[in-house]
């Protein structure tokens, strides 16, 4: 659903359309709602085509009453409104769980287990269950039991140590490594990779995504440069950390960026020529010892022209070398465009669903509901008849 074709319904919530497109067409989900890595997980899986009820509170939100529902990453999926302290509403959340592939949740360990929706009882229900669980430090360890962000996932790591130029602080690359690389897409993999499994064996399993584990295997080729020689462990003095002259960001005459990464001789000759020098005339490009000297050149020259001035003299030139875009600027790039890299649902534009499949392709079925809003067509679609619905209102464990 794309557009002007995503319709909102009377209460509040989206319209859906029955069916879906995507790899994973016809897998059943119940997502028990949390914030940040887990609902990334589930947005990239529904926009898979994954069918997945997301069960959540229907009180204490993040969005005002009568604004749009902002939160992306709800998308592509219905709400369900549950009151998971009713006994009514974990006996409705078990009896679904016999009729899916895959439960989620986010919740800090030993949450599920004391609401009764724990891995247990939900293998009980359905030894083909397949249940994802994110958590910063894992479901076990000295930290298990403790807060924190992705900031403190990050550090402990060794993701966030790296980040920073020479002499200064390490800097947090937003929550990208954590909640989402670490994180999100983590568990969107293990939740995958275990459904094929149980398809496989009909064996179920539990899926612990934890931000640190994740982060740290984002570090995995950091760690072969390290024992391979190739990596200082100081920040700002590596080939990836801005400590080379010719993978940095450069300020260019009316205060915005040009990206370069000219790593290969060939694209660096390319850059080379394109801010007007002659490879001969300077040390050799990897030649650590003239780094400092080279960079405060190349910044020089970056200064000399604007953003579009340089983007100009490098399109089409294999210099590796790309103009810096905003959040909002990116939908615009021509080959964001090219590609619909970026796709608008009512109204709203955002990145579309990645990465892309040929013959079963991925789309966004609808934008965000507010809690609970889809209850009632959610639960008749999975079986709940209209009587039963009204009846678990009724007892409060459903909003």
Same mark, same amino acid.
């Given at each position: 659903m794309r557009g002007d074709d995503a319709g909102a319904a009377d209460d509040g919530g989206t319209s859906w359309e029955g069916t879906v497109a995507g790899p994973l067409s016809g897998i059943k989900i119940i997502e028990l709602a949390g914030i940040g890595p887990s609902p990334y997980a589930c947005m990239l899986l529904a926009d898979a085509g994954a069918d997945i009820l997301r069960f959540e509170r229907t009180s204490g939100g993040m969005i005002p009453e009568g604004l749009p529902n902002w939160d992306? @990453?709800?998308? $592509? &999926?219905r709400s369900v409104g549950i009151d998971l302290k009713n006994p009514e509403a974990v006996a409705l959340l078990l009896e679904l769980v016999a009729d899916a592939d895959v439960v989620i949740e986010g919740f800090r360990?030993?949450?599920?287990?004391?609401?009764?929706?724990?891995p247990d009882e939900c293998l009980a229900a359905n030894p083909a269950i397949v249940y994802g669980r994110m958590t910063g430090w894992g479901q076990d360890g000295a930290l298990a039991d403790r807060a924190g962000h992705d900031i403190n996932y990050i550090a402990i790591s060794g993701a966030l140590w790296p980040m920073g &130029? $020479?002499?200064?602080?390490?800097?947090?690359?937003?929550?990208?490594?954590?909640?989402?690389?670490?994180?999100?897409? *983590?568990?969107?993999?293990?939740?995958?990779?275990?459904l094929l499994s149980a398809r496989a064996t009909g064996v179920g399993q539990v899926v612990d995504a934890a931000m640190t584990d994740g982060s740290a295997s984002l570090m995995t080729m950091v760690h072969a440069f390290r024992f391979a020689g190739l990596w200082e462990d100081e920040r700002g003095a590596n080939m990836l950390d801005t400590g080379a002259h010719f993978y940095e960001v450069y300020e260019t005459s009316d205060g915005k960026y040009m990206s370069v990464g000219a790593?290969?001789?060939?694209?660096?000759? %390319?850059?080379?020529?394109?801010?007007? @020098? %002659?490879? $001969?005339?300077?040390?050799?490009?990897?030649?650590?010892?003239?780094?400092?000297? *080279?960079?405060?050149?190349?910044?020089? &020259?970056f200064k000399t022209k604007t953003r579009d001035e340089w983007s100009a003299i490098f399109e089409g030139v294999d210099a590796c070398t790309l103009p810096v875009l905003s959040p909002a600027e990116a939908p615009d790039h021509p080959h964001n465009r090219d590609r619909g890299t970026f796709v608008e649902v009512e109204g709203v534009v955002q990145p579309g669903p990645a990465p892309r499949f040929s013959a079963t392709p991925s789309e966004i079925s609808k934008p965000p509901s507010y809690a609970g809003a889809d209850t009632d067509e959610a639960l008749a679609s999975w079986g709940i008849d209209a009587s039963r619905v009204a009846a678990l209102r009724s007892a409060g464990a459903i909003g």
């Amino acid at each position: 659903m794309r557009g002007d074709d995503a319709g909102a319904a009377d209460d509040g919530g989206t319209s859906w359309e029955g069916t879906v497109a995507g790899p994973l067409s016809g897998i059943k989900i119940i997502e028990l709602a949390g914030i940040g890595p887990s609902p990334y997980a589930c947005m990239l899986l529904a926009d898979a085509g994954a069918d997945i009820l997301r069960f959540e509170r229907t009180s204490g939100g993040m969005i005002p009453e009568g604004l749009p529902n902002w939160d992306l @990453l709800n998308r $592509s &999926r219905r709400s369900v409104g549950i009151d998971l302290k009713n006994p009514e509403a974990v006996a409705l959340l078990l009896e679904l769980v016999a009729d899916a592939d895959v439960v989620i949740e986010g919740f800090r360990p030993g949450v599920a287990e004391r609401l009764g929706v724990g891995p247990d009882e939900c293998l009980a229900a359905n030894p083909a269950i397949v249940y994802g669980r994110m958590t910063g430090w894992g479901q076990d360890g000295a930290l298990a039991d403790r807060a924190g962000h992705d900031i403190n996932y990050i550090a402990i790591s060794g993701a966030l140590w790296p980040m920073g &130029r $020479s002499g200064d602080i390490p800097v947090p690359p937003l929550n990208l490594v954590g909640d989402f690389g670490g994180g999100g897409m *983590m568990l969107a993999f293990g939740v995958t990779s275990a459904l094929l499994s149980a398809r496989a064996t009909g064996v179920g399993q539990v899926v612990d995504a934890a931000m640190t584990d994740g982060s740290a295997s984002l570090m995995t080729m950091v760690h072969a440069f390290r024992f391979a020689g190739l990596w200082e462990d100081e920040r700002g003095a590596n080939m990836l950390d801005t400590g080379a002259h010719f993978y940095e960001v450069y300020e260019t005459s009316d205060g915005k960026y040009m990206s370069v990464g000219a790593i290969e001789r060939k694209f660096y000759a %390319e850059l080379m020529a394109g801010l007007g @020098l %002659e490879v $001969s005339d300077y040390p050799d490009q990897m030649d650590r010892s003239s780094w400092v000297d *080279m960079k405060a050149l190349f910044a020089e &020259r970056f200064k000399t022209k604007t953003r579009d001035e340089w983007s100009a003299i490098f399109e089409g030139v294999d210099a590796c070398t790309l103009p810096v875009l905003s959040p909002a600027e990116a939908p615009d790039h021509p080959h964001n465009r090219d590609r619909g890299t970026f796709v608008e649902v009512e109204g709203v534009v955002q990145p579309g669903p990645a990465p892309r499949f040929s013959a079963t392709p991925s789309e966004i079925s609808k934008p965000p509901s507010y809690a609970g809003a889809d209850t009632d067509e959610a639960l008749a679609s999975w079986g709940i008849d209209a009587s039963r619905v009204a009846a678990l209102r009724s007892a409060g464990a459903i909003g």
